[in-house]
Nanobody, 116 residues
């Protein structure tokens, strides 16, 4: 049974920081591309950042220079360090795993709220 379990969300003031974690089980973590997505109320889910099995990273323009994605294959965990948070970063943050570009799993999401 595949599980992606996110944690680390919460309420923070603008300019603050949060670190999200996603622990995976039931997949061969080291071969999966891992991603963080977010969905704000009334908006479509969007890519925030991704990291390939080889460690290559990709970021949405809106978070470049503020967010850092990383992974620890020994712990089956992907992280999202979020600094200089803005109110527009508010939303539910989801972890996604992608294996060989085809097999996709999602976590249940964690709420991030940034107050102004």
């Amino acid at each position: 049974q595949v599980q992606l379990v996110e944690s680390g969300g919460g309420l923070v003031q603008a300019g603050g920081s949060l670190r999200l974690s996603c622990v995976a089980s039931g997949i061969i973590f080291r071969i999966n591309t891992m991603g963080w997505y977010r969905q704000a109320p009334g908006k479509q889910r969007e890519l925030v950042a991704s990291i390939s099995s080889g460690g290559s990273t990709n970021y949405a323009d809106s978070v470049k220079g503020r967010f850092t994605i990383s992974r620890d294959n020994a712990k089956n965990t992907v992280y999202l360090q979020m600094n200089s948070l803005k109110p527009e970063d508010t939303g539910v943050y989801y972890c996604k795993s992608t294996e060989y570009g085809a097999v996709v799993y999602w976590g249940q999401g964690t709420q991030v709220t940034v107050s102004s």
